[in-house]
């Protein structure tokens, strides 16, 4: 897998295959339940708990496509590590929409992304009701398991069946419909909460202006923290970061059209207009001063979806982002499978160092490779930290689907980087710590990968200090979609 020629490639220069990177975007229908029992290698004896993935599982509803993956039902993978051994298991979040689909055997909703129901704008005007597709993220927190869609509340899933229990208001915190982002930061060591790690995550209602909350819990669940701050402006904000002191949120210069979604020419997605001579908004929001409003520092253009971390340093606020110079745009009249690479900008890791004294923002290119899907370890989540893991290109400059995972050192600048081109893609990284590990790389890289030659997913186990070679590559059975974000939690999780 890792550096053969192809014979496959559309062209020479090219370290993927469109068609071969098109499959990995195919349903999924069926659900697993099984021992891994293919694996190259061996899995280690100290890796033990459970990997939760989450991504878009349908591409199609009953042969119906879905215009934009963003917009694909959420489905649940589960990889349990059990003393040298793994079980598989995936299934759908039973969500109204998703039910309610299955049931019609025909889209009824239309998706954010611009999946239109069949039927042209008069069968989407004035449709406002969105579908919560739970499709984003997948953690374990409080007890429960919990996959996330930002523009509505969580479903609650059995975390050793995957069984969805219902939608979830977090005691009654989250009313009917409330948004609750996909991306909670965990805040390792917590200096107002006795140092125990506290889960923070934040709730965007946009419009004219927008309105931030920030909610945090301790392990068992519990709410410590919940305020709200309002901002000028429309804003589309996917991810933020944590410090031990501060919430910091990119704000990025996008403006909102809602006529033609109104009258059912557009999806909310496509509505969107990225405004490159406008600046983004950094928004400090200090976790602690629930009544102080957010310092607001201006930084110029670029598109953020997601941040790798951030740490305080005096009087600085140091960010690492991957970021775009453009949005990538959702084009109504194309289809995602046919996206050419080469004409998209690709999303880079940048660093921003922001002065609370001076207000001034400092931006610089830590490298031009095409990444996305930044994880470090959880220990240094809003520490000083010297490694960032990615899901990257294979090649060095260009845009291009992502085959590679690489780790940089951000203190000597080095570069490690495994590749699964040319007929492998990966997904996002994620680090799990070795028990009683000494160094901050010392620990595991999990990637879902699809393996176009085999026409199938493999679970990649990297070892974080050294990725020249996997440890082992666990063989599924099927493909796995090309998910979104996921996590591990140290529980055995088997029913
Ligand atoms: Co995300």
């Known amino acids: 897998m890792q550096a053969a020629s192809s014979t496959q490639s559309t062209s020479p220069s090219l370290s993927y295959n469109r068609a071969d990177w098109q499959r990995?975007?195919?349903?999924?229908?069926?659900?697993?339940?099984?021992?891994?029992?293919?694996?190259?290698?061996?899995?280690?004896?100290?890796?033990?708990?459970?990997?939760?993935?989450?991504?878009?599982?349908?591409?199609?509803?009953?042969?119906?496509?879905?215009?934009?993956?963003?917009?694909?039902?959420?489905m649940v993978c589960a990889v349990t590590f059990d003393h040298g051994k793994a079980h598989f298991r995936n299934?759908?979040?039973?969500?109204?929409?998703?039910?309610?689909?299955?049931?019609?055997?025909?889209?009824?909703?239309?998706?954010?992304?611009?999946?239109?129901?069949?039927?042209g704008w008069l069968a989407n005007a004035l449709n406002l009701k969105l579908k919560n597709i739970a499709n984003t993220n997948v953690i374990y927190w409080g007890g429960k398991l919990l996959a996330l869609w930002e523009a509505a509340e969580p479903y609650r899933l059995d975390p050793a069946t995957l069984e969805t229990l219902g939608l979830e208001n977090l005691d009654g915190l989250l009313p009917e419909g409330a948004p609750f982002s996909a991306h909670p930061r965990i805040d390792p060591a917590s200096v107002q909460d006795g140092g125990q790690a506290v889960l923070v995550n934040f709730a965007i209602k946009t419009g004219l202006s927008s309105t931030i909350t920030l909610y945090e819990f301790t392990p068992d669940g519990k709410r410590v923290r919940q305020h709200a701050h309002s901002v000028p402006g429309f804003a589309f904000i996917?991810?933020?970061?944590?410090?031990?002191?501060?919430?910091?949120?990119?704000?990025?210069?996008?403006?909102?059209?809602?006529?033609?979604?109104?009258?059912?020419?557009?999806?909310?997605?496509?509505?969107?207009t990225f405004r490159?001579?406008?600046?983004?908004?950094?928004?400090?929001v200090d976790r602690y001063q629930p009544k102080a409003a957010p310092r607001i520092l201006e930084a110029k253009a670029g598109f953020v979806f997601h941040h790798a971390n951030a740490f305080e340093?005096?009087?600085?606020?140091?960010?690492d982002s991957v970021c775009y110079a453009d949005l990538p745009a959702v084009d109504p009249d194309s289809d995602f499978r046919q996206t050419n690479f080469a004409a998209i900008a690709p999303g880079q890791l940048w660093r921003f160092e922001l002065n609370l004294k001076t207000?001034?923002?400092?931006q610089q290119l830590l490298d031009s490779r095409c990444c996305e899907f930044p994880t470090v370890h959880p220990q240094r989540v809003g520490r000083e930290y010297r490694y960032v893991y990615l899901a990257a290109a294979h090649a060095p400059s260009g845009n291009a689907p992502h085959q590679a995972i690489v780790k940089w050192d951000l203190q000597t600048g080095d570069r490690d980087l495994w590749s699964a081109a040319p007929r492998g893609y990966v997904s996002e990284p994620v680090f799990v710590p070795r028990p009683q590990g000494k160094t901050e790389d010392?620990?595991?890289?999990?990637?879902?990968?699809?393996?176009?030659?085999?026409?199938?997913?493999?679970?990649?186990?990297?070892d974080a200090a050294d990725l020249s070679q996997p440890v082992a590559q666990l063989h599924l059975k099927h493909h796995v979609p090309y998910g979104l974000h996921g996590s591990f939690t140290p529980q055995c999780f088997l029913s």
């Open 313 to 319: 340093r005096g009087d600085e606020l140091v960010i």
């Open 359 to 362: 207000e001034q923002v400092q």
């Open 238 to 272: 996917h991810d933020f970061v944590v410090t031990p002191r501060y919430a910091i949120f990119f704000q990025n210069p996008v403006s909102f059209n809602p006529l033609p979604f109104l009258l059912g020419l557009r999806s909310a997605g496509e509505c969107i």
């Open 276 to 284: 490159s001579q406008q600046l983004t908004q950094i928004i400090v």
């Open 91 to 119: 299934r759908y979040v039973q969500t109204e929409g998703y039910r309610a689909e299955q049931r019609a055997g025909k889209i009824l909703y239309r998706g954010v992304f611009g999946t239109d129901k069949p039927g």
């Open 24 to 74: 990995g975007y195919r349903s999924l229908k069926q659900e697993f339940d099984y021992w891994v029992d293919a694996v190259t290698g061996e899995i280690p004896a100290d890796l033990n708990g459970t990997l939760f993935r989450n991504g878009p599982g349908l591409l199609d509803v009953n042969g119906q496509l879905i215009h934009h993956p963003f917009d694909g039902d959420g």
């Open 442 to 462: 010392d620990g595991w890289l999990l990637t879902l990968v699809f393996d176009a030659a085999r026409d199938a997913s493999d679970l990649v186990i990297l």
